[in-house]
């Protein structure tokens, strides 16, 4: 078992930075993929960004790219999202999911930390 739990969402302006904190416990060693997503209201949940324990690689949605990054600290075993050049768009609540590995599905998610963006 993976527990994940969520900080750093808030309210903040247009134009303005948060940065996302997944801290991870419990058997993180079986998951080797650490993403983050988003659920606007009334809309799918979406894929953010992701990244691996083991080398590092990323990937980002399109609709982030250029403004979001993600990255780890392995010795502490969180991932972050730092987010810039925020927009309303960008509200929704962001979770943190745990994978296996590239392109299995995520098995472990946290409970989300909600962000909203104001115009």
């Known amino acids: 078992q993976v527990q994940l739990a969520e900080s750093g969402g808030g309210l903040v302006q247009a134009g303005g930075s948060l940065r996302l904190t997944c801290a991870a416990s419990?058997?993180?060693?079986?998951?080797?993929?650490m993403g983050w997503f988003r659920q606007a209201p009334g809309k799918e949940r979406e894929f953010v960004a992701r990244t691996t324990w083991s080398g590092g690689s990323t990937a980002y949605a399109e609709s982030v790219k250029g403004r979001f990054t993600i990255s780890r600290d392995n010795a502490k075993n969180t991932v972050y999202l730092q987010m810039n050049s925020l927009i309303p768009e960008d509200t929704a609540v962001y979770y943190c999911?745990?994978?296996?590995?590239?392109?299995?599905?995520?098995?472990?998610w946290g409970q989300g930390t909600q962000v909203t963006v104001s115009s």
């Open positions: 419990g058997r993180t060693i079986s998951s080797n993929v």
């Open positions: 999911a745990a994978a296996r590995r590239v392109g299995r599905p995520y098995d472990y």
